[in-house]
Nanobody, 127 residues
Framework: QVQVMESGGGSVQAGGSLRLSCVVE????????LGWFRRTPRKEREGVAA???????NYASSVKGRFSISADFAKNTLYLQMNALKPEDTAMYYC?????????????????????WGQGTQVTVAS
């Protein structure tokens, strides 16, 4: 049974930083996809960042250069470091995971690629 749980959301002023954490248990870390998504009342779920089993990463164009995805396998934890935050980054952020033996030179940002989801953590960026 794979379990996914996010934490680290909160409120911050524009230009500030936050780091989201996601504990993923029950997943084989040698074969996986891990990703961060976000959703607002006005926008469908959007892929933000993803990492594949060999360490390849992918970012949405809207966050490239500002957000960074990383994983600490010893702690079963995925991170999303968010810098230079903007009001338009305000959303519910979700962590997602999938067991996969495929090699992803560009890990996908489509939600359909992921089977296991957390409950979400709210990020609010004030202008």
């Amino acid at each position: 049974q794979v379990q996914v749980m996010e934490s680290g959301g909160g409120s911050v002023q524009a230009g500030g930083s936050l780091r989201l954490s996601c504990v993923v248990e029950g997943l084989s870390y040698s074969h996986f996809l891990l990703g961060w998504f976000r959703r607002t009342p006005r926008k469908e779920r959007e892929g933000v960042a993803a990492v594949g089993g060999l360490g390849t990463t992918n970012y949405a164009s809207s966050v490239k250069g500002r957000f960074s995805i990383s994983a600490d396998f010893a702690k079963n934890t995925l991170y999303l470091q968010m810098n230079a935050l903007k009001p338009e980054d305000t959303a519910m952020y979700y962590c997602a995971a999938q067991e996969s033996f495929a090699y992803y030179p560009v890990p996908p940002l489509g939600a359909d690629e992921y089977k296991y989801w957390g409950q979400g953590t709210q990020v609010t960026v004030a202008s």
